[in-house]
């Protein structure tokens, strides 16, 4: 077992790093030799187009989907060994809204790695929850059931059961999608706040207008990675065209033409 | 003469729900019949106690409305929103059902039905069973009314076989072309009511399940076009139909459970040979993985850039074992070079300039 | 009719005991395959616990020289089935173009037709074996048949059950309501997926002699079903269910025993069903009725624009 590692001088683990990940579902890999290396504190948006295999990147990266090939490092070490330093968000409409819970209960769930197997949350994690539901403005619905909040509240429930728990890297899916302007604008400072304390974020991101605003990194993908760097390197126009094929979805006023 | 009437009886039931079937298994709704085939059961015996009299069609109308109830009663409660629609079919099949049972058990209808037949159905009874109109003997009653149920199965597919297929494929373009999904889905489901009905008698409720899913699901592991899919899920059932007859004469024993094991077989037959069975499929996948291996192994290496074996393995995150086959493979295929002495790998210079 | 409580023969109190204690597991159990949107899974591994039965008693018969229609011999005959037909159906809609519900139905065909096929060949050896008219009633069930062995097995099977489910209760209500992030936890999924079979196989199991293989279906989703309408916890949904699970089954077993002939399965599912009617029409906020009046109440002013997600 010989362990060659020639990397650059820092000693600091990087927050993420990807190398060689192929991920295949059927016939066509829907993820193929993808290298992705996101340093601490980034603020990074998975970009591009539908099928990209975004999702699947950071399934991939949480070590839930089986790979053909490929490394992830989350902080240095496999992925297995660093869930409690990750939090995930899924895409919103993933789950049935329509379960049998409350607010507070989904929150909790977020305690649950924590806890372990067996034991049951109880009046420590009760209050930890109930101070995420505070930070995202959702207090007074604690005892709600799920099935009656609007999508805005339902993104940030989700939300909450991650700050719960207390990770370093937060794999988002899509957190923007479909919520009011409330929401985008909590959604978005959460993630300046986090990403300010030192927290890696990677998030699957649809708008392409807000990419300026609301991320310092960004990772281009269609299949394969385009482009890993900050918006400023690798959010372009060129970029763009090359990963949509020419018909990049929407208009983007703020993309420097270069 | 008996002999003939059973087989025949038993053949054109295998056609009628062979083909009413193929459509409920392509659009996800394989499991209605199985609903249908146990939510007759009270309206066959409230027919039989009103009419007395197991010639009238009244019966077999009578009975295939109460397959309607099921399906009305199952999309009412799934639109309330609060029960979804698996969940429904689960609550009121189950409640029909018990109805028809206690019914039966009150002995309302006299003692014909016997618990046996409802499963089963009794063909070996049923060519004796005659049709008798104006005196004259026009055969089993039984093959009359499963020849009613395939005509009927039949005019409906060939008149509205597009619509049918639309629908099944996808129900939002039927709607938006005016096609009336909804109708034309309610009356569709009509007519496999009135299958399950006519065949209940002869074949019960497990060879109605068996012969309207297997041969369809067998054959959909063969064929794309759904007329394929429909003339092979025919001759599958045919092929079922007259294999479990023989076992059971063999045997000994009611045919029902033997036909269904036949059809079973069948798919299990279909599942390890068709092309898109599971044992075809999953040789083409491990072929295309095997491909993909080696294409990722190139995909770490740069023209002219020869890189040491372990540092790419580890990239990879494969086994020593894993890795060494697909370089193999690799450079087998001329596509990698391998120098031992130097334990690196590197683009073969075809592949460099491609 | 007349028989007073006090009369109560002995009989009787082992079947409703046995009714109600099937009643219970098998609502409770049948939440999670419901919450999961699998309620119709349950009927094809009840139908196919019928070729376990059939084969373990064969099996037993072959291997001893005699023959028990024992629980202890049959039900895991029928946990093999059932599991059995389940993991062949997943792995064909896995591997094929087949969808569940095809793959579901193929194997209900396979394994049924197969139990029947079977059952009718060990009812015309002869010499007979003994025991086997008992096996027929798995079909529709035979609450009366019940010995204390019997009310033994479904107590320790289903109280085992129970017992797994309220350790892994956490467990398995995340991974139910939301599997993706379960597995970023790091639950194994397909451990838990698996479990959650075997316990929904339990229930099955330990029902099948009382209400029968065919409406079985109806103790898993019915009180299930019903239960939801009233609450909007899964902890109370689970109890509510379980009630009404025990509430049908004990007055299924003491209404068919106060009438001759009345078959105890049917009438335990009718009154699963008039409980989950009820249900639908009666329970605060998701009931009809509830709804239908807060329709009116809000008159022609227009939905509050939060709470859209129904």
């Known amino acids: 077992m010989i362990q060659r590692r020639s990397r650059e001088g820092s000693t600091e683990p990087l927050a993420l790093e990807v190398e060689g990940l192929t991920v295949t579902y059927g016939k066509e890999p829907a993820l193929w030799n993808a290298d992705v290396r996101l340093g601490r504190g980034s603020l990074a948006a998975v970009v591009g187009p539908n099928g990209a295999g975004k999702s699947t990147l950071l399934k991939a990266a949480l070590g839930v989907v089986p790979r053909v090939s490929g490394r992830v490092r989350v902080l240095g070490e496999d992925p297995a060994r660093r869930r409690r330093l990750v939090a995930y968000v899924p895409q919103r409409t993933s ?70 728990q207390d990770a370093e890297v937060y794999f988002m899916d899509e957190p923007f999608a479909g919520v009011d302007a409330v929401t985008e604008q909590s959604v978005a400072s ?55 094929g020419g018909r990049v979805p929407a208009d983007v006023p703020e993309l420097a033409s270069t | 003469m008996i002999e003939f009437w059973t087989l025949a009886i038993a053949a054109v039931t295998a056609l009628a729900c062979a083909l009413s079937g193929t459509f409920l298994v392509l659009k996800r709704e394989a499991l209605v019949s199985e609903g249908l085939a146990h939510a007759v059961l009270p309206g066959i015996v409230i027919a039989f106690a009103l009419t007395g009299n197991r010639t009238s069609p009244l019966l077999l109308v009578g009975a295939a409305a109460m397959g309607l109830v099921m399906i009305l009663a199952v999309q009412a409660i799934r639109r309330t929103g609060v029960v979804d629609a698996t969940a429904s079919l689960g609550v009121v099949f189950p409640a029909l059902f018990s109805v028809g049972v206690l019914l039966t058990s009150l002995e309302l209808a006299g003692t014909h039905f016997h618990a046996d037949c409802i499963i089963e159905g009794n063909l070996a009874l049923a060519p004796l069973d005659r049709l008798e109109l104006g005196g004259r003997d026009l055969g089993p009653r039984a093959f009359w009314s499963v020849s009613a149920a395939l005509l009927l199965v039949g005019c409906f597919l060939l008149l509205l076989f597009k619509e049918l297929k639309l629908l099944t494929f996808d129900g939002e373009l039927a709607s938006s072309l005016g096609f009336r999904p909804g109708r034309v889905h309610v009356a569709w489901l009509a007519v496999v009511s009135f299958t399950v009905v006519a065949s209940f008698e002869a074949a019960g409720s497990i060879l109605v399940v068996a012969l309207m899913i297997a041969p369809a699901a067998s054959a959909v592991l063969w064929v794309n076009d759904v007329r394929h899919v429909l003339g092979l899920a025919a001759v599958l059932a045919l092929a079922s139909a007259f294999a479990g007859h023989h076992l059971g004469l063999v045997m000994d024993i009611a045919p029902a459970g033997p036909m269904a094991t036949s059809a079973g077989a069948l798919f299990l037959v279909s599942l390890a040979l068709a092309p898109r069975g599971i044992l075809v499929k999953g040789r083409a996948r491990r072929r295309a993985l095997a491909q993909l291996e080696v294409d990722l192994v190139s995909a770490r290496l740069k023209p002219g850039e020869p890189r040491d074996c372990d540092v790419v393995r580890g990239e990879l ?38 | 009719m007349s028989a007073p409580w006090v009369e109560l023969d002995p009989t009787l109190v082992v079947v409703a005991a046995g009714t109600t204690a099937v009643g219970t597991v098998s609502g409770a159990l049948g939440c999670f395959a419901y919450l999961r949107r699998q309620g119709l899974v349950g009927d094809v591994v009840s139908h196919s616990a019928l070729l376990g039965v059939v084969g373990a008693f064969v099996l037993a018969h072959a291997l001893t020289g005699s023959a028990s229609r024992s629980l202890a011999v049959l039900v895991p005959g029928a946990l093999i089935a059932g599991t059995a037909s389940l993991a062949l159906a997943r792995s064909v809609s896995n591997r094929t173009r087949l969808n569940d519900d095809a793959s579901l139905g193929v194997m209900l065909s396979i394994f049924f037709g197969g139990g029947l096929f079977l059952l009718r060949w060990v009812q015309r050896q002869s010499p007979p074996i003994p025991g086997h008219t008992g096996l027929e009633d798995y079909i529709f069930g035979m609450a009366a048949a019940m010995t204390r062995a019997d009310l033994w097995m479904v107590f ?48 099955v199991v330990i029902g099948i002699q009382t209400v029968g293989v065919i409406l079985m279906i109806a103790l898993l989703v019915t009180p299930a079903a019903a239960a939801r309408q009233w609450t909007s916890r899964l902890s109370t949904m689970v109890l509510l269910a379980a009630s009404f699970g025990a509430a049908a089954g004990a007055g299924g077993a003491l209404l068919s025993a106060s009438e001759a002939g009345l078959p105890t399965g049917p009438v335990v599912v009718l009154l699963a069903t008039a409980i989950f009617a009820l249900s639908l029409l009666l329970a605060p906020r998701r009931g009809l009725i509830a709804r239908a009046r807060a329709r009116r109440t809000l008159g022609s002013t227009p939905p509050p624009a939060a709470g859209g997600a129904a």
Not at chain 1, 103 to 124: A, N, Q, S
Not at chain 1, 201 to 211: E, G, K, Y
Not at chain 1, 223 to 235: H, L, S
Request: aromatic letters at 8%.
């Open chain 1, 190 to 244: 959460l993630m300046g706040h986090l990403a300010q304390r030192g927290k890696t974020i990677l998030s699957v991101h649809h708008d392409l207008a807000t990419v300026p605003r609301y991320f310092e990194h960004a990772v281009l993908l269609n299949r394969v990675v385009q482009a890993v760097g900050t918006v400023k390197e690798v959010f372009h126009r060129g970029n763009l065209d090359r990963l949509y």
């Open chain 2, 317 to 354: 995150g494969w086994s020593p074992r894993r890795f060494g086959a697909a370089v193999a493979r690799a450079v087998s295929g001329s596509m990698l070079v391998h120098d031992a002495g130097s334990g690196t790998l590197s683009l073969s210079a075809g592949q460099a300039e491609g």
């Open chain 3, 156 to 203: 320790s099977l289903g109280g085992g059950a129970l017992l797994l489910l309220l350790l892994l209760w956490k467990e398995l209500k995340v991974f139910t309501f939301d599997p993706d992030f379960s597995r970023s936890l790091g639950l194994p999924s397909y451990r838990l997926d698996l479990l959650m079979m075997a316990l929904l196989v339990a229930g």
């Open chain 1, 95 to 164: 789950v049935d809204w329509d379960f049998p819970t409350t607010v507070l209960d989904v929150v909790m769930m977020g305690t649950y790695g924590r806890l372990g197997w067996f034991r049951r949350p109880g009046r420590e994690e009760r209050a930890m929850a109930l101070g995420a539901l505070e930070q995202m403005e959702l207090a007074d619905l604690a005892d709600r059931q799920i099935s009656e909040l609007s999508g805005g509240q339902q993104q940030r429930v989700f939300l909450a059961r991650a700050l719960v």
